[in-house]
């Protein structure tokens, strides 16, 4: 950490991963503040029957954001946090990948937590529950009264993108970045766990790979449902996805399906870095191997599998097939198993060890403790008969409480204090971390353990009559809230007051076994003088002749070294955030006085990042098995294209799911002409034959030949758009109205095909900027790689509209 | 001048296979007599087939790391499986 009279501008413009890491940690304990004080806030209204403290509508606003923020804005972004700082130190790299869209992805993150938060002063937060199910979340009118939540989908749009770009850097990082020789068996605990995470909240490759796509996987399905729900309450007049009262409960189920899609990985999203945090803590402190290591990171990767087939047990009670809800009860009590095997692992590794009680291993330990039981309530949900009567009770609260801060957050908090010395340099207060853990395990278990008697009392309700019995076991509830809740006060004036005043730490206050403690406290920029090289038995060469184990010292990486800081990751998120809520905190919209700067500011973004010099580190010797070959930004291309695959496959299912069960449809070519869907076609598949030449050109050097092939393939992808809107025009004003008389076949086909528009068009503007450069001679030699991931993404969107075509003009 | 990738030539007759197809698509769909289901899951082929010569010859799939398809593979899996589910979900509904 640097503290100058530059400061300031150091934090806003600093893209080091050790820095960012730093601003999400920070960030996401700030907004477990004030979920937190939400949560007091409930329940001290739950301590009394009667409504008195919170009316029923701030109640539910308060039920809803305090599930929203802790779950996306705290519990993931705490972790990666951890994981921005300590993944590149244990992989033995400098940095992340892409360490300007790292910064980017942390902006996103922060101005999307600051729109949520925007939304109560914007005609009220949103109040539908965290889940924002359909139809809570319908309009009740023609504007859409209501911005809170119209502005809340805008900022998950926000956190989406800026997952979806963290969970790219990641998986190229851990693909393309280990130091020399570090093989996945060679992986501590948190890099699996990480790597297992990426992939949910985006998805994997081989059997490692599967793992590390989670994050990359699932998001994406929540993005396009946050499309349809944007859509819906941006354009209620018009569009109605999710609102339209034509077609029964099929918007509902379709909300739920996309939406647990994306939500119980979550779960494992949220979870996954906490165990990999466990399995760091407890060898540094049992000084034993993890028990079973292997089986570990293997239960992991099947969890990782397995938690994409079991959304449907949130569905249990909506009247969906017995045969589905079947199937989802055997992959949920499945999912357990692996989960299982980690417990036991974790188990046997503290098993007649002499541990070193510190704060992180108390941590630690309560964190496996409250997880059993969180485990064990859970496989209850996984009956169909059970759940028929614990859904939406009290039941189910103490259950996820206990999986998602139980483990998650006190594992992190282990976490926390683990790596605090490493990132400071200062030692923590030892006394006040060992009273911190004790009041909030002692506290956690008072606010939820009655929760579990509470079998009859459903979730997010502000009253109840006092004969229903529920006062004591609330009133306990409410005095286990404020215990724990005051206790992490102690967490902040610890980490505090140790930040100027702790002892100093040295390199290796731990003695641990991981790369991290081989350098000093806390790291220089670039991590290490020189990249360490791992032998296969185990051994480390660090460079300059010296050579020990993985504990022994590093030199450090202080000296010359490429500026880490760029302005324009901000600034392209602050252009994002103002177009954002321009679009959605007026009724109607859009508000031109935030769209239109909002758009200025995000073109100036773009333009700066595209034309900045940016020094990416990049020809060290790397581990790059088992994607030796593609350079790293082509492998980060591909990575994304996989979750536009997700994205589309969703709106395009979405549609599918609308249209198969929808009362009518029109007949072919009544109401979307075949003409202009082939003429289309057989533009864009001309601009990727333009767009493949252009490659070729790059390839032989010919500069005249890859302007032409640029210039035909920006003409091609103008005509597309402009044919394009002709028809959207023609279709709107029609005499009989499209919106009016076939409101299903007019929303699902806007929104698809709006949605594919919006990615030529983005298409469009890389190639103008692509064109000056092309004159100017680059892109020959390494420069083709350019012209090649711009390629990938032009084909990507080719080939969506190859499925577009048929699917609404020929069938 | 480096030989990287495929021949203009391979483009230009992926680009006309691809020109074909699409016309087939269009005829198809005027031929008298097939059956609706016929007709859907043949379009779907062909637009599946159509995919995959993009993503093999002008995406230059075929010549990358076989683990790269298996993330893409993985990506089409997961959502051919959320559909496939969320269909039989509804099954009650159209008995």
Known sequence: MQISGQAAKYWLYSTNHKDVGVLYTVTSLLFFLIGGVLALSMRAQLANPTPGILPTSTYNEFVTMHGLLMILWVLSPLAIGLANYFIPLQLGARDLAFPRLNALSYWLYLFGGAGMVLTFFVGGGPNTGWTLYNPQTACSDPLCAGAGLNVATGALVLLVASITLGSVNFIVTMFKMR?????FSHFSMFPWA??????IMSIVLAIIGIAAFMMLYAFPSFLAGLVLLFADRTFPARLSYLSSSQSGNIPSLLWDDVFWFFGHPEVYIVLFPAIGVIGEILPTFTRRPLYGAKYVAWSMIAAAVLSFIVWGHHMFITGVSPLSTQLFTITTIGVSLPFDVITISMIETLYKAKIRMKA??????????????????????????LDHQLRGTYFVVAHFHYIMVGAGILALMGG??????????????????????????IGFNVLYFPMFFLLEMPRRIASYTINTGWLPLNQMATIGGFIFGLAQLLLFANLGRSLRNGTPAGPNPWEGWTFEWSTSSPPPPENFGTIPRVASDGTVDFGSGHRGSLATGLPNGHGAHPSHLSRWPIIMALGAFLFLLGLTVSSPPPNYFLLVPGVVVGVWGLTGYGREAFVVPEGEKTADWPFAGIPRARLGVWVFLASEIIFFGVLLGAYAFVRTNAATWPAINSLFEISHGATNTFILLASSLTAVLALACARQGSKSGLVASLVGTFALGTLFLYNKAMEWQQLA???????????LPATTYYITTGVHGVHVFAGLLMIGYLIPNALKGKYFGHGEETIHHFGLYWHFVDIVWIFLFPLFYLI | MREKGLSVRVYIIVFAVLIGVTA?????????NL??????????????????????????????????SIVLVVAVVIVTALLSVSFLQLHPFHT
């Open chain 2, 35 to 68: 059956a609706r289901d016929f007709v859907v899951t043949t379009l779907i082929g062909l637009a599946v087939a159509k995919a995959a010569l993009v993503v093999l010859f002008f995406q230059e799939l075929k010549d990358e790391p076989r683990p790269l």
């Open chain 1, 360 to 385: 992180p291993v108390l941590f630690a330990i309560g964190a496996v403790a409250l997880f059993v039981i969180g485990g064990i309530t859970g496989v209850f949900l996984a009956s169909i008969a």
């Open chain 1, 194 to 199: 990480m790597l297992v995470t990426v992939v």
């Open chain 1, 179 to 183: 130091a020399p020789g570090l093989k």
């Open chain 1, 733 to 743: 004003s029609a005499p009989v109205s499209i919106f009016a008389n076939f409101p």
């Open chain 1, 416 to 441: 926390l204090y683990y790596w605090f010395p490493k990132m400071t340099g200062r030692m923590y207060n030892e006394r006040i971390a060992k009273l911190h853990f004790a009041l909030s395990f």
């Open chain 2, 24 to 32: 087939g698509e269009l005829e198809l769909i005027n031929l008298p």
